[in-house]
């Protein structure tokens, strides 16, 4: 009977043990697999700056980087994909940016958009650019845009189409003006329409632009 009592109590203990350690183990591995609370909301909660871009057509797109490569040639600056801003710059994290950006794409159409003048600005990103007309529609697209992203901005929507970046001169930006003018000599009365809008990273720290990159693209319903 003695002997039957200790196997019954041996069997009984490495039952336990058993049950002990695979739940030890359970909890080592669902400790690395499964990250901390503070972790994961770090990941999430990243936030980076984002702009929407109205694209022009091929056409107008090669015409405009002809004139944008002429005028770095001669007053520097970084490249960059000829755009019509639509959205400014604004901080959201990638989902966000990109549930923003398709909600704002359902049932927008298509825009007209004209030049009214090669322009000047007064910092870095509004160089040398090309005015566009504040049509309706023009606005209205941006509005309804800018409604989407929740984007509030201290001064009026002023429609553009930067040629060139840079902290110039004032007598160099008007210099820049008039090269605009001579490398494309009826620039100032384009007229197209705004088929496509890009979601871009576009941080406003990083002046090489080397960093800039586009994250989602939409078609617009046609007119």
Known sequence: MASAHRLLSAFVNVRVLGFVGSIGLSLFFWSIYVERPD?????????????????????????????????????????????????GAISLTEDDALNKFRSACDGLKAYDASVDSVA????????????????????????????????????????HLSLLYGDLSEEDKKKAQEKAKVLDESISNLNFTITRLALYKTDTEDRTLKSWEKVSECDLIPK
């Open 39 to 87: 972790m994961a909301e770090g990941t999430e909660s990243k936030q980076e700056v984002y702009s929407v871009w109205g694209i022009p057509p091929e056409e107008v797109r090669a015409r405009v980087k002809k004139v944008m490569e002429g005028l770095r040639s001669e007053f520097g600056g970084p490249g960059f994909e000829p755009h019509l801003t639509v959205v």
């Open 120 to 159: 000047t600005g007064t910092f870095f990103y509004q160089c040398v650019y090309l005015l566009l007309h504040p049509s309706s529609e023009v606005v209205e697209a941006s509005a309804h845009c800018t409604g989407h992203f929740g984007f509030r901005s201290s001064t009026p929507y002023m429609p």
